[in-house]
């Protein structure tokens, strides 16, 4: 089982919905989180990142983590067309590592 | 231009052949990364370097080889390309070693082994 799990949807959203993305994790080490965004044919961008336990707001986008679950989860708020894309979540392969390991992405549509 | 970039965008071979995808970055930035992302499996690491001359193997390292002479450069080669190694491969790099640094990603290269 990877470490991190994520499902891959697609999921399909009419503009303005509030969209809840979601990743869990099996290391209960793990204290720092990452969410990434990767348009069609491009690298991944970060997004997010969000320390240890809470939320973490940024315009209409919202982290949260809840370590006694190992769940972490991206709100979009208001959602747009231009939201559309795969949203990676990402941690550390190990608690000091340098490395990532990431989700399988979710691919997130927004019709019009 | 300043940034990650890599080259090729796209690269059609054959199996048995060597394949060296390109990744350049102007940043100084001292760790850089190669990944392979694939349907179903997502995004996974191959190789990985802290500076000039250090690198460490990733998740799936086997048929690949890396080098860094150079800080801003960091070639992947596909010693002999199976059609396993079709994939989209992103180079990437960060400043430093801190897990709060932020990794930046080129382009990607689409590789078809045929």
């Known amino acids: 089982q990877k470490e991190v799990e994520q499902d891959p949807g697609p999921l399909s959203v009419p503009e303005g919905a509030i969209v809840s993305l979601n990743c869990t994790y099996s290391?209960?080490?793990?204290?720092?989180f990452m969410w990434y965004r990767q348009y069609s044919r491009k690298g991944p961008e970060l997004l997010m990142y969000?320390?240890?336990?809470g939320n973490k707001e940024d315009g209409r986008f919202t982290a949260q983590v809840d370590k006694s679950s190992k769940y972490i989860s991206l709100f979009i708020r208001d959602s747009q067309p231009s939201d559309s894309a795969t949203y990676l979540c990402?941690?550390?392969?190990?608690?000091?590592?340098?490395?990532?390991?990431f989700g399988k992405g979710t691919m997130l549509l927004v019709s019009p | 231009d300043a940034g990650i970039t890599q080259s090729p965008r796209y690269k059609i071979t054959e199996t048995g052949r060597q394949v060296t995808l390109m990744c350049h970055q102007t940043?100084?930035?001292?760790?850089m990364f190669w990944y392979r992302q694939d349907l179903g499996h997502g995004l996974r690491l191959i190789y990985y370097s802290a500076a000039a001359d250090i690198t460490d193997k990733g998740e799936v390292p086997d048929g690949y080889v890396v080098s860094r002479s150079k800080t801003e450069n960091f070639p992947l080669t596909l010693e002999s390309a199976t059609r396993s190694q079709t994939s989209v491969y992103f180079c990437?790099?960060?400043?430093?070693?801190?897990?709060?640094?932020?990794?930046?990603f080129g382009p990607g290269t689409r590789l078809t082994v045929l």
């Open positions: 990402a941690m550390p392969l190990r608690v000091g590592y340098s490395t990532l390991t």
């Open positions: 969000t320390y240890s336990s």
């Open positions: 990437a790099s960060k400043p430093g070693p801190a897990h709060t640094d932020t990794q930046y």
């Open positions: 940043w100084s930035h001292s760790y």
């Open positions: 290391n209960s080490a793990f204290q720092y």
